[in-house]
């Protein structure tokens, strides 16, 4: 378990983002279903009739054993449901058809599918490992710095980020893992920048709720390993879920304060508006990688692209193209004006720095 940062105000217990609070699902007697709606309760009904389910009637709901609660037999029994209809379909753990279930854990069934098939998650946000993707300079011609992608090392293989994060949500520990990612990636990638080179460090907005208590372990951990918060810049994602444009500035702005940048991912993709970028001005906002996949010379996201760029510039907002893959297409951002580009042709992530990938070098013209 993470232990909690003592909190700068005296008057605020530890903040739960700092704290990974494994669930015990070896203790699960069973899953107590509940719908407030009468219409899938009904429908819930039906298909149980025509199972071979195990499950007996509650007062307040469907109560399954600890046989029936398996993520396949939970799957089975969501199958018939449309997306509507599953997000009506509410679970908490229950020891028995008599006993009194603890509402305070009650999360849609689909959230308990996720959770109990990923009961790896605590064990494996341990063994948390960074590989390196490096991001290029398109006027010098050599690495600006390396986004930091999280993985976990656990029996043997690597799980991806994607993966990490889907549990982290489905066990309701989306804040505090996205913390212990930010200083892990702090502490192990950092000591391998050389001077002058930067790190994109992911985080998602939603998890802080307040950035001068949320924050604070991340900036201990840029002390602990003497890290320059000038190399440092912190990357929003998932902005589109993260309304409030107010609190996430303050967020930037908290950054800011101790010397870092900050960035915006996904420009273009519907994630990152124009109004973000006008309001909260970034110091680098990326392009999304739809835009740049298979971009030619006569493709008609040429024009967007350029407006794009030059609507960032105008704001004094540098800009990263995401997703290069090929010679031709970095030729082409260079061409438009974009400032850095990242993708497979300048470099797969790696567990150290690499540098940029040869054949990369050659389309900079040798430099």
């Not at 029996?155 to 991806?160: F, H």
């Not at 510039?313 to 061409?335: C, K, N, Y």
């Amino acid at each position: 378990m993470v232990t909690p940062c003592p909190s700068p105000s005296q008057s605020a217990g530890p903040c739960e983002c700092l704290t990974l609070q494994p669930t015990q699902h070896g203790e699960l007697g069973g899953l107590l279903i509940h719908s407030p709606s009468a219409h899938v309760r009904r429908h819930l009904a039906a298909y149980l009739r025509g199972s071979s389910t195990q499950h007996q009637w509650h007062s307040d709901g469907l109560w399954l054993p600890r046989a029936s609660s398996t993520p396949a037999a939970l799957e089975a029994i969501l199958a018939p449901f449309t997306s509507v209809e599953r997000a009506e379909l509410l679970a908490v753990p229950c020891a028995g058809v008599d006993a009194r279930p603890d509402i305070w854990q009650m999360a849609p069934l689909e959230q308990w599918v996720r959770r109990l098939s990923t009961t790896w998650f605590f064990a494996a946000a341990h063994h948390l490992q960074f590989h390196l993707q490096p991001v290029g300079d398109l006027k010098s011609g050599q690495v600006y710095g390396y986004e930091a992608l999280v993985r976990a090392d656990w029996n043997g293989e690597l799980v991806g980020a994607g993966a990490l994060l889907q549990a982290a949500l489905a066990h309701g520990q989306a804040r505090a893992f996205d913390a212990l990612a930010r200083r892990g990636a702090i502490r192990q990638a950092t000591p391998l920048l050389k001077p002058g080179e930067v790190l994109f460090i992911n985080f998602a907005p939603g998890v802080v709720y307040n950035p001068d208590v949320c924050l604070q372990t991340t900036f201990q951990a840029c002390r602990e390993v003497g890290a320059d918060f000038s190399q440092l810049l912190f990357e929003v994602t998932e902005s589109e879920a993260f309304p409030d444009l107010n609190l996430l500035g303050r967020i930037l702005e908290r950054y800011r304060a101790e010397g870092a940048q900050v960035a915006l991912d996904d420009l273009g993709a519907g994630h990152t508006s124009l109004t973000f970028l006008a309001q909260l001005r970034p110091d680098v906002v990326k392009l999304d990688r739809a835009l740049i996949r298979d971009l030619h010379g006569s493709d008609p996201r040429v024009p967007l692209i350029l407006a794009l760029i030059q609507y960032a510039h105008d704001l004094g907002i540098r800009v990263v193209a995401e997703g290069v893959e090929t010679a031709s297409e970095l030729t082409l951002v260079r061409q438009l004006g974009a400032d850095y580009a990242q993708g497979y042709y300048l470099g797969r992530p790696a567990p150290a720095a690499t540098g940029l990938h040869p054949a990369c070098l050659t389309a900079w013209g040798g430099t």
